[in-house]
Nanobody
Framework: QVQLVESGGGLVQAGGSLRLACAAS????????MGWFRQAPGKEREFVAA????????SYADSVKGRFTISRDNAKNTVYLQMNSLKPEDTAVYYC?????????????????WGQGNKVTASS
């Protein structure tokens, strides 16, 4: 069973930055794409960003393009989400997830392992 452990959330003022990290419990996760999703109160979980298995390709939601950067270090079985210029509308619980394939999919149904979630709050 793959376990994903997230860290790095918290409270920041609008315009600030945070970096989330997600550590996978096993090395085979380097063969799969990894993604970040988020869920705000009263809303459905939505795609934020994904990186291909080798880290050479990334996908982003339009709402975070140019502000968020996803990266991965397969030697450490860890994926990161650098979030800059945070806005109040970025406030949500952020989830790390592992895809069932190698490509950076935007589709939630293609992700089969999930972290516990990490709250990010950007105050205005």
């Amino acid at each position: 069973q793959v376990q994903l452990v997230e860290s790095g959330g918290g409270l920041v003022q609008a315009g600030g930055s945070l970096r989330l990290a997600c550590a996978a419990s096993e090395g085979t996760s380097s063969n799969y794409a990894m993604g970040w999703f988020r869920q705000a109160p009263g809303k459905e979980r939505e795609f934020v960003a994904a990186t291909s298995w080798g880290g050479g390709y990334a996908s982003y939601a339009d709402s975070v393009k140019g502000r968020f950067t996803i990266s991965r270090d397969n030697a450490k079985n860890t994926v990161y989400l650098q979030m800059n210029s945070l806005k109040p509308e970025d406030t949500a619980v952020y989830y790390c997830s592992r895809s069932n394939g190698p490509t950076a999919s935007v589709w939630i149904y293609e992700y089969d392992y999930w972290g516990q979630g990490n709250k990010v709050t950007a105050s205005s």
